[in-house]
């Protein structure tokens, strides 16, 4: 898609081109891993503005070239006031990388920068306490939940939705409140199998709590409410072609994995509509994010 973008990006006329037009071909480009053609794109817009600069470190920032993120921060504050999503970006980055290291310096940051921010701290906060516990440090994570659990922030409960046959159904990560909540983790059960035959592998770094003694990294994992609803797909229509979910929190790097291989496995497409864009997996095994989400 990110090639597409530029392709109709090169056959606009120059005087039309505006700042959402710019951001919009850098999005593109950052969702795609584009971050050579982004970079060139970027150095020739004459008057670049805080969206643009935003759009540019969020490109640099999924793609894992921090130094050339935080000299662009570096560059825009030394004519302006620092901007949060700037840094949110750059922290999104570290975390997507388990970077605990830069994710601590950047969060010290913050704080120091935005004090009054009390939300956007907060979702920091949780941020980088999600990158101890993907590196197994569940010490220093526990001790930034008290922190968080001390100025009241609520976790958000992960959500998906899905239409079968006209109904819309709802699941909560973990959901036993379906009427037909037996038969749904028994497909889902069967699915995971299949994944295991497969050479899939339950990625324990996207767990950021430690395990009760009835769970598993696989239970853990499976009971993520978009594999809840595309279990609930199958189980309706064994032989299903195209899946459709929504759901209210990014997907994480294991479902991501997972899904590309269920739409192959299954001979399926499943799109699924996350907090942050479209992912539409093929029956190839393949996503068009090109796993840069």
Known sequence: MGIQAIELFRQISEKFLDEITYVCILNACSHS???DEAQSIFKNISIKTECIYGAMIDCFSRASFFQQAQQLIDEYERD????????????????NVNNSSLAQNIYDRMRKVFPEQSDPLTAATTLLKNVYASIGDLEKASNIQKELQKLNAKKKIGRSWTVINGQI????AHDQSHPRSTEIYAEVKKISRELLQHGHQYDSSWITRPLNQDETIESVLCGHSEKLAIAWNFLENPNVKRIQVTNNLRVC???HRAIKLIAAIRKCEIIIRDANRIHHFYINGQCSCNDYF
């Open 253 to 255: 790097g294991d479902c």
């Open 33 to 35: 891993g584009l971050v």
């Open 80 to 95: 302006h006031l620092p901007v949060l999503t700037m840094y949110m970006a750059l922290l999104s980055g570290a975390r």
């Open 169 to 172: 159904s709802q699941f909560r």
